[in-house]
């Protein structure tokens, strides 16, 4: 958060440590002028979030997952694409989460499988927000008819159903170069960016009218300055916020796609193709090859969701209620 | 209000054709209707895959065949060759989209009574029990991707049909859209229908649910805290009466254009949803032209799907301005 807004809401909490110090130095008298202390709007986001329990312990469990996909491997002693001679053994000490019928093991595939979810849903959460942050507020800051053709290009890419070309694209791509998720990442990312830019636009077509970009421009500031120097910062909350969004609706989107089979293919499995080949498990009795993939998919969206609550009390100005 | 709608129509038929342009760019090149021929063991001679060629119009330069393509559409009704023979795809078209569209319907409506009642419920009693409650349960299925939800019931069913009649006919149907056999009379195949729509609906309306209460949920409260609410139980007018006809009302304003905004949107989870209850909709007649490499009806697929995008944005924006008298239409 930029220093500018310290100066637009100096907000002053009075810290129960400091208060009591002072109660008692001034013989029972409160003196609540001496009892304040300024903090910068970060420290205030960010004790507000420590506030917002679910969502703390949320970014505690996606953390954990994160360790696990990423870190998992390297300590583990069997490869994802290692066949045993244990065909379907239910879960146990050498197999955490069982086996399925070729004796993969299941609980290094969902850690690859988890690692290759988290990576396309953190790349393309982090492209397309880029992206549509930079489109969105160069659209909303020079409004008139660049904005008029910037925000036509963004609605026409959002009436294509993105699930639908991602399909299509991916299916050819994936035929000639085969488990190239990285294409994956790029056609989502492409179809994602318009929902940032919009939200972005909004904010930054009434961020333009503050007195602080007047100033920035009476200085003497260039538009680029301008905008990424002094309008981004501010709308920071939200891009951080369609940020944690984006990275939900990918997962989800990610896994139904390599679900179908037209997303991350073998060799190379992702969450989503390992609930397809748990398909059927339920009923054939081993049901575990369904659940701890699906469980695994439920855990990453629910803690996002989850942080992305909290961040958004965190950051909203207007936000005096107290959490439970 | 006339004047706002047809130039709002108006307005749509450009970027309809965009649309069409932006899509056909996209699929004529990745798509390649003649893959399946050329990759065929023994090979097939050239000049039969030339004939093919031209009979699906391949032949011309790509700005050439959207111009083709388009203007059979718009002048003739014609969308196109399919590469399988007696495939006709706008009768195709409509026939998976009646089934699909029973699907969503279904599913919009339960979803809409379950997230009124709830929103409502929920925003009158605010950090109740129940309030924390239908908030973890609506994050959960928030969280819960439709593919996983759709399994879990199906194999519920499954398995809570093998356990009541082991061997008997199955009590709630699992797969397809209807029996294979459905009985004659009018009753007895409504009620086959219905039967085989149970599930499905159930998987699409819940995923839609989740976000639908907690919209409701907050625009019941924003009005709830509203001073003509006050005003409206400081005159003396009964609780029950301020809730449903002053309240709710304008609480409906916000959910019925996210509701015409989503609908759209539904048919991507209606995809999935068909797929795995074996439906012959829009998501078989998709992933089949995909398998095939079919370009014509996949393209009419895209256009009927953007084409609905654009219909309810501009159903969503005229529902604001006729349920919300503030709204001025410029």
Redesign the interface.
Known sequence: MPEKNNDDAPVLLPTLGASLDQFVRSGGMPQREFTVKARTQREIVFRRFLKHRAAVTSLIVFLLVVLFAFVGPLLWNQSFNFMSNDIEVPPSGTHPFGTDSNGYDLFADVMHGTARTLEIALSVSIASTVIGTVYGAVSGYFRGWVDTVMMRIADLILTIPAIVVAIIVSDKLSASISSAWYFLAFILSALFWPVCARIVRAQVLSLREKEFVEAARALGAKDTRIIFRHIVPNCLGSIIVVLTLTVANTVLVETALSFLGFGVRPPDTSLGTLVSNGQTAIQDGFPWLFYFPALFIILIVLTINFIGDGLRDAFDPQQTRVRA | MIAFTVRRLLASIP?LF??TL??FL??AS???PLAPLRARNPPIPQTTIRAEAVRLGLNHSLPQRYWDWLTGLVLHGNWGTSVSSGYDIGQRLISSFFVTFRLVILAILLSLILAIAVGVLTAVRQ?SRLDYAATAIG??F???????FA??LK?WA??FNQTVRPNGPPIIATLFEASPNPPTSFLGKIGDSAGHLLLPTIVLALVSYASWSRFQRASMLEVLNSDYIRLARAKGLSRSRVLLRHALRNALIPLSTQVALDT??L??GA??TE?IFEWHGMGYM??QA?DNYDLYP?LA??VL??TL??VFNLIADLLYAVLDPRIRLA
């Open positions: 970027v965009v649309s932006l899509v996209i699929v990745s798509v390649d950090y994050f959960l928030l969280s819960l991707p439709t593919f996983v399994i879990l194999s499954i398995e759209a949107g048919l991507g995809v999935i797929t998709f992933i995909i996949l697929w895209l799907a953007s995008v654009i």
